[in-house]
């Protein structure tokens, strides 16, 4: 046979291993992340139990995974990806970390060891299928301990004191949440504790390799990012020299507030003076102390789904509620959403009066609360009676504990309401005052004695900051919180935000279409408006963040004004080489801050729970949060390339280089993603035990990782070099960051359900 068809005959049969290679790296791939979307819809139904065994601990499961990473590495081989460093030390992380996760599935033990005080140190622990195992060690409780928030039963720490002891040492440490306990390949985990705080249970976790080799891939990995963008041979270089960005920040700080209410006919309450002096008082509210003010703006938008009321701000529709109960029983300031909750209160307004839930025969939901049925419509009852039962424990004084008082026995000050039984060592004038001075205030207003009405509240301040003294929030953070409580109006800057993104957007597109490459004159404006966002939505986190005593990432509602900030940010960053992303900023700011204020998400200033006590948090959120924000640029970057592309003209230069600033954009974004879910992992290891559960939010994070990672592998799959394909593709491939966030919180539930 000649040489030349020799050589041809190899070229082929390697083209034909590279292919099958090829099929099963991404062919198997595609088949985890089938399996992985159907595991978590069907633990919704089976339980974690379930589908630990019958699909992440199954031997299909574990053997496509090795499948993936064997024919990854040959992959690799056979492409000469080595010549590409940061590309080759990115994929050789993965497979690293997916070689760890192996290798503590097969030695890994964990279980659980419970201990008492002043009882004999143990030497076993119980595994997690319910065998007992032997440790080379004895391990013994000698103080168990709740740490509390100051002035709070809120908890901050719960802290185990051990004495561990064998042939070789003899010493003492302490196990806490996000503080572990290691010797001997051992690590100790707070897991529960007796109600006599007496006893404490520990989560046990034997790992002796896994751990080490799935740190090792997590360093290689964040090398391997930090290489990407100086490798020269990589695409995405190639890419940012076809679209250099402009990297310019602005630190700026200020506030920007819009406020508009049309007055109206309104119920009695006190005047703003008198209202904003009662606002001042210390209140005892979600496990911490702070402004009355702050219940009250709770209150008002718990019940009417806005802070104003009529004309009337938080305060005076407290006051109003306090003092003219008679005068706001029959305003229609309950929101009721649902129908059927309608129905039952015999009624087909969205707004409704305390009265409308009394009859002749007494509470209207009475019975159907005991029904059991459709749990959207029993979850719309629960919340329908639940304000109810707010209004009516504000109008008796239950919900309002404005009294402190500390017995001899107490370890700080206990707050009282008015309605509480109080010590009976407490002495007769502070009794008296406690249940009589709300009733002096009472006959002022009704005198109309507006100057007795601010001085008995300073009565009531003055006996707050006496009997509380030393776990009252200093006086710099009362204030931070009061003015938090003013200019802190998401809807002030949403709707504007989306209005103006949505004429900027057509705008941009206009532009686009008719390709235009001069700066439009519109955009310093636009800018300037972006600035002032930032500058507000940067103070009313920092604020927010003070008043907290941590970084403002703990819940829906803050990572979702992380989110907007974000978004601006990047919006005023890229600006400068990608115009449209002003419109994509405004856009994805106002968007965020409009579900920032639904009903799901809980915008009420609490104490920390301490497993989330941990700076690991703030990193994975924040990180998650900016990939986010930059996948929501690539989805909108989409949207724009279709809508061109059904104009009925050619634009296919426009439609490539919205492709080409999309393709840099999502290096980023992914690199965000991956570090910001090994982040988390990292953070479930030291806090939980653990790095990877399968937990839903985990498997759909990794999911949304594989899915966008698919995308930047232009070189195995051509479709993705085609522009439309890769704009069709961000838009859908955007369902999954909207699932593993908002579907996993409020639809699949987990451990990180809390986060909605």
């Known amino acids: 046979m000649p040489h030349y068809l020799n050589k041809i005959q190899s070229y082929y049969i390697m083209y034909r291993i590279v292919n099958w290679l090829k099929f099963l790296s991404f062919g198997g791939l595609f088949l985890l ?4 979307i159907m595991a978590t819809v069907l633990e919704k139904f089976h ?33 000469k990806l080595w010549k590409k460093p940061a590309t080759f030390l990115l994929h050789i992380s993965f497979i690293l970390i997916l070689t760890g996760a192996f290798t503590t599935y097969v030695y ?10 002043n009882e004999p140190p143990s030497d076993t622990f119980v595994t997690d299928d319910g065998q007992s195992r032997n ?24 802290v185990s004191t051990l004495q561990i002891t064998d042939q070789e040492n003899s010493f003492e440490t302490q196990v806490s949440m996000n503080r572990i306990c290691r010797y001997k390949h051992y690590r100790f985990y707070q897991s529960g504790y007796d109600s006599d705080q007496k006893g404490s249970t520990l989560l046990v976790s034997y790992d002796p390799w896994g751990i080490g080799i799935t740190y090792t891939g997590y360093a290689i990995m964040l090398l391997a990012f930090l290489v990407f963008p100086f490798d020269s041979r990589s695409r995405f270089r190639q890419l940012l020299k076809l679209n250099p960005l402009s990297v310019k920040s602005f630190i700026l700080f200020g506030s920007f507030t819009l406020f508009s209410q049309a007055v109206q ?70 929101r009721i959403k649902n129908d059927n909750v309608r129905q039952l209160l015999q009624t087909d307004k969205g707004y409704v009066a305390l009265t409308d839930f009394i009859n002749e025969k007494g509470y209207k939901l009475n019975e159907s609360l005991n029904l059991t049925g459709n749990r959207k419509e029993r979850n719309a009852i629960e919340k329908a009676n639940e304000k109810f039962s707010l209004v009516t424990a504000v109008c008796t004084g239950q919900a309002i504990k404005l009294f402190p ?32 001075s709300l009733s002096f205030v009472a006959e002022a207003i009704a005198r109309n004695d507006q100057k007795e009405v601010v001085n008995l509240l300073k009565k009531i301040r003055k006996y707050q900051q006496n009997e509380a003294a030393g776990v009252l929030p200093s006086p710099t953070r009362f204030k931070a919180e009061l003015w938090y409580n003013q200019i802190n109006s998401s809807r002030s800057v949403a709707i504007p935000a ?28 636009l800018v300037c408006g972006l600035t002032l966002i930032w500058c507000y939505l940067t103070a009313v986190i920092t604020l927010r963040g003070f008043i907290s005593g941590h970084f403002p990432l703990s819940n829906g509602y803050e990572t979702m004004q992380f989110m907007a900030v974000t978004a601006v940010t990047a919006g005023i960053v890229i600006r400068r080489r990608f115009e449209i992303a002003i419109s994509f900023a405004y856009l ?8 920032a204020m639904m009903g799901e998400s809980d915008p009420s200033v609490t104490p920390l729970m301490p497993v989330l006590s941990s700076p690991l948090l703030s990193i994975h959120v924040m990180v998650i949060m900016m990939a986010y924000v930059l996948l929501m640029f690539t989805m909108l970057n989409g949207l724009t390339a279709c809508i061109l592309r059904h104009t009925g003209k050619d634009h296919t230069d426009s439609i490539k280089r919205l492709y080409q600033i999309s393709s840099v954009i999502l290096y980023p974004a992914t690199f965000l993603l991956a570090t910001g879910i090994f982040v988390g992992a990292i953070w479930a290891n030291i806090s939980w035990g653990r790095y990877w559960g399968w937990d839903p939010k985990e498997v759909w994070a990794l999911i949304t990782l594989l899915i966008y990672s698919t995308a930047l592998h232009t070189g195995s799959f051509k479709s993705f070099a085609r522009p439309m394909f890769f704009h069709i593709y961000m838009v859908v491939a955007f369902l999954s960051v909207l699932i593993t966030y908002f579907g996993v919180n409020f639809l699949l539930g987990g451990l990180h359900s809390y986060a909605g």
């Open 498 to 525: 989306i209005l103006i993104g949505l004429v900027a957007f057509f705008f941009y597109s206009k532009r686009l279409s008719l390709q235009k490459q001069n700066p439009a004159s519109a955009t310093p404006v």
């Open 265 to 334: 006919a309104r119920p009695q309450s006190l005047p703003e003076e008198s209202a904003a002096e009662l606002g001042k008082l210390y209140v005892y509210y979600n496990d911490r102390i702070c402004p009355l003010q702050t219940f009250a703006r709770d209150f008002t938008t718990k019940l009417y789904g806005k802070q104003t009321y009529k004309g009337l701000n938080a305060e005076q529709v407290l006051a109003g509620w306090l003092f003219f109960y008679d005068d706001w029983k029959n305003e229609p300031m309950i």
């Open 405 to 436: 008082y500390q017995s001899g026995h107490d370890k700080f000050p206990i707050w009282y309401a008015l309605t509480d039984n109080l010590p009976d060592d407490i002495p007769k004038e502070q009794w008296g005052f406690i249940h009589y």
């Open 135 to 158: 440790l080379p060690f004895r391990i013994r409780l000698l103080t168990f301990k709740t740490e509390s928030y100051m002035g709070s039963f809120a908890p901050t720490d719960y």
């Open 47 to 79: 339980g974690s139990a379930w589908t630990s065994i019958y699909f992440y601990g199954s031997p299909l499961f574990i053997g496509l995974w090795w499948t993936v990473s064997l024919s990854s590495i040959c992959y690799l081989t056979k492409r």
């Open 588 to 595: 994805t700011c106002g968007l965020t801050l409009m579900v």
């Open 33 to 36: 992340i089938a399996m992985m």
């Open 108 to 117: 890994g033990i964990q279980g659980r060891v419970h201990l008492r005080c």
